[in-house]
């Protein structure tokens, strides 16, 4: 008895034949001793052997051991293993490589002032932030939060116009009163914002007049309707600023225009647009025109036309040196100078100047004269001539005659006179002469005098017209004192001198020392001084 055991597919060669079913097969052989036996071979198939599966699941970048090998790429992976009973069995691994897992992206926006929770922390500034975590599939993802923060919003602003008696809708309310009202409300992105309305109240408005003038005849359109009788026609209407207004219309007929004349006058040659053409003829044209007040009117116009205007001759006689305005330029010389003018009427007219100069006379004063003081001189001009002339001397001191031809001077001091010469033309001439006192010998003084005796008294004497008073006489002894003094007094005023008394009594005989000082006539001043004698 054989028993043969075969794994499920496997075959066996028995009595000549491949077995892969399960069965007995008996062969009966001749044995030695000539005998038969039987053998029996008994094939046993085993129940097929169970394969195993397995599934593992890896992320994106990931690795797994399989069969000892690392993996990281998705497949089938197959091993046969030996069983117990000799037979095989195939075990396999399965490997799935989860897809990559993209990172996700969150934006969330704030409003000023607010704050978001971020990954378990409580965020209120703008920024970006990230944090890795594990999926629904157990694999890693980056989650990112980007947290925008919103401007401020401004406060909006609106201004509502209303007409006097309306209203209008604000936040709710109906208001008909001028004022400002506000309200915190949600902004387009969220946020809270402000807006205020302003409410405003126009003023009435006032009616409105309009005043048309029409010409006799004619008509005006009033509110669609055309007029032509004088009267007052009103409509309420909208105004400028869209509120109602009543607009009146006073409708004003003129009465007919009377005809208007004008007269213009030409001088010879000249001529006048008259209606369009130029005219220089005298006569009568006339035009129906349109008034000052809109309407047609007869308008006439008489052309005058001027005589001839004759011209004019003018003659000025200048004194040497001087000008005289000629057509709005100074003029100095000889000669005849003509300009067109327009004369009282308008026209132009020729008018002549011829200009003339006077001769000056040939005349002079003497060269400067010295006199003796006290003494008299003739002022004489030379070289006048005959004609009509008229003498000015300046100044007139001193002189008998200032408007004389030659007058006498006796001065009392240095003098320069000034001779002014006019003739019948007014035309004038001047010359200088200088008058120069000489101080001869003028001023007498004692050496010696006896009091009591005759002239007792010591004093200054001059001659007549030179010393004007002496100012100041004084006498002293020998021993320096000083024993009389007088001031401003005349000379030759023996009450004003020295009777030789000092003190009440006469001084004794001797020489005394004197000095006075002198004003002359002439204005100038002198001091002297001597010595004087006392005698008895």
Request: a negative charge.
């Given at each position: 008895m054989e028993t043969?055991?075969?794994?499920?597919?496997d075959s066996t060669f028995v009595l000549g034949v491949w077995v892969s079913a399960a069965g007995s097969l008996v062969e009966t052989l001749s044995g030695v001793n000539g005998c038969d036996s039987m053998h029996t071979i008994s094939v046993v198939v085993l129940p097929p052997v169970q394969n195993t599966f397995e599934l593992q699941t890896i992320c994106f970048g990931d690795s797994i051991q399989v069969f000892g090998a690392w993996v990281t790429q998705g497949g089938m992976y197959n091993k046969i293993y030996t069983i117990g009973l000799g037979c095989d069995s195939?075990?396999?691994i399965e490997v799935l490589v989860l897809p990559d897992i993209l990172p996700t992206n969150e934006v969330r926006t704030l409003c000023p002032g607010d704050s978001t929770q971020v990954f378990g922390n409580w965020v209120n500034q703008q920024g970006v932030f990230s944090q890795?975590?594990?999926g629904a599939t157990g694999c890693d993802s980056i989650y990112t939060i980007e947290v925008l923060v919103l401007p401020d919003i401004l406060p909006t602003n609106e201004v509502r116009t209303l007409c006097a008696g309306d209203s209008t809708l604000v936040f709710g309310n109906w208001v008909n009163q001028q004022g400002v009202f506000s309200q915190t409300l949600s902004g387009a992105n969220g946020c809270d914002s402000v807006h205020t309305i302003e409410v405003l109240v126009l003023p009435d408005i006032l009616p409105t007049n309009e005043v048309r003038t029409l010409c006799a005849g004619d008509s005006t359109l009033a509110f669609g309707n055309w007029v032509n009788q004088q009267g007052v026609f009103s409509q309420?209407?909208?105004?400028?600023n869209g509120c109602?207004?009543?607009?009146?219309?006073?409708?004003?007929?003129?009465?007919d225009i009377l005809p208007t004349n004008e007269v213009r006058t030409l001088c010879a040659g000249d001529s006048t647009l008259v209606f369009g053409n130029w005219v220089n003829q005298q006569g009568m044209f006339a035009q129906t025109m349109n008034s000052a007040n809109g309407c047609d009117s007869v308008h006439t116009i008489e052309v005058l036309v001027l005589p001839d205007i004759l011209p004019t001759n003018e003659v000025r006689t200048l004194c040497a040196g001087d000008s005289t305005l000629v057509f709005g330029n100074w003029v100095n010389q000889q000669g005849?100078?003509?300009?067109?003018?327009?004369?009282?009427?308008?026209?132009?007219s020729l008018h002549t100047i011829q200009i003339d100069l006077s001769a000056p006379p040939v005349f002079h004063l003497p060269a400067d004269t010295l006199i003796i003081a006290g003494t008299e001189a003739i002022l004489h001009p030379e070289g006048l001539g005959s004609g009509m002339f008229?003498?000015?001397w300046q100044p007139a001191d001193f002189l008998d005659c200032a408007e004389c031809a030659e007058p006498a001077t006796r001065p009392l001091q240095n003098i320069i006179y000034t001779l002014t010469v006019n003739d019948d033309l007014g035309c004038s001439w001047s010359d200088s002469i200088e008058v120069t006192l000489l101080k001869a010998s003028r001023v007498f003084v004692p050496n010696i005098f006896r009091p009591g005796g005759v002239h007792g008294v010591f004093m200054i004497y001059a001659q007549e017209g030179t010393v004007q008073t002496i100012r100041n006489l004084e006498v002293f002894d020998r021993w320096g004192s000083m024993v009389f003094s007088n001031q401003n007094f005349s000379a030759g005023d023996e009450s004003a001198g020295w009777d030789g008394r000092y003190r009440g009594h006469v001084e004794v005989p001797g020489v005394f020392v004197w000095w006075a000082e002198l004003e002359y006539y002439d204005g100038t001043t002198e001091k002297i001084f001597g010595e004087v004698t006392l005698v008895r």
């Open positions: 043969r055991t075969l794994c499920p597919g195939v075990h396999t890795t975590l594990s309420t209407l909208s105004g400028a109602d207004s009543v607009h009146t219309i006073e409708v004003l007929v003129l009465p005849m100078y003509q300009q067109m003018l327009i004369s009282e009427n308008g026209c132009d008229f003498y000015e």
